[in-house]
C-alpha cells in the first residue's frame, strides 16, 4: 500500500494550487485523512484533516484551503486559494487505512511535494 502525491509547482501569490494523494494497493477502507507541511528550518505542521466527522484546518489556512475527500478512490485533495509566500513548504499527504485481508491498521504519508509562492 503506498501514497502517490501530484499537483505541486511554483505559483505567484494570489494564485492557486491544488494538491492530490492517492492510495493504492490492498486498501479495505480509509479512515481520516490530512495535509501537513514543512517550510525549511521548521518543523512540520498540520494544515488539515478530514474525516467522517468533518474537517479542521489550522488557523493560518482557514477560508484560503479546503480539503475534501474521494472515498471510492482513497484520494484526498487539498484546493489552495489565495497563496502567500509564507505557503512555501513541502506537503506531505497522511492516510489512514485499513488492509484488506489482514484488517490491520496503517498510516501512511506521502513522499512530499514542493509548493513555492513567489512574492
Known amino acids: 500500500v503506498q501514497l502517490v502525491e501530484s499537483g505541486g509547482g511554483l505559483v505567484q501569490a494570489g494564485g492557486s494550487l491544488r494538491l492530490s494523494c492517492g492510495a493504492s494497493?490492498?486498501?479495505?477502507?480509509?479512515?481520516?485523512m490530512g495535509w501537513y507541511r514543512q517550510a525549511p528550518g521548521s518543523q512540520r505542521e498540520l494544515v488539515a484533516t478530514?474525516?467522517?466527522?468533518?474537517?479542521n484546518y489550522a488557523d493560518s489556512v482557514k477560508g484560503r484551503f479546503t480539503i475534501s475527500r474521494d472515498n471510492a478512490k482513497n484520494t484526498v485533495y487539498l484546493q489552495m486559494t489565495n497563496l502567500k509566500p509564507e505557503d512555501t513548504a513541502v506537503y506531505y499527504c497522511?492516510?489512514?487505512?485499513?488492509?484488506?485481508?489482514?484488517?490491520?491498521?496503517?498510516?501512511?504519508w506521502g513522499q512530499g511535494i514542493l509548493v513555492t509562492v513567489s512574492s
Open positions: 494497493g490492498s486498501i479495505f477502507s480509509t479512515n481520516a
Open positions: 497522511n492516510i489512514n487505512v485499513v488492509v484488506a485481508g489482514t484488517y490491520t491498521y496503517r498510516e501512511l
Open positions: 478530514i474525516t467522517s466527522g468533518g474537517t
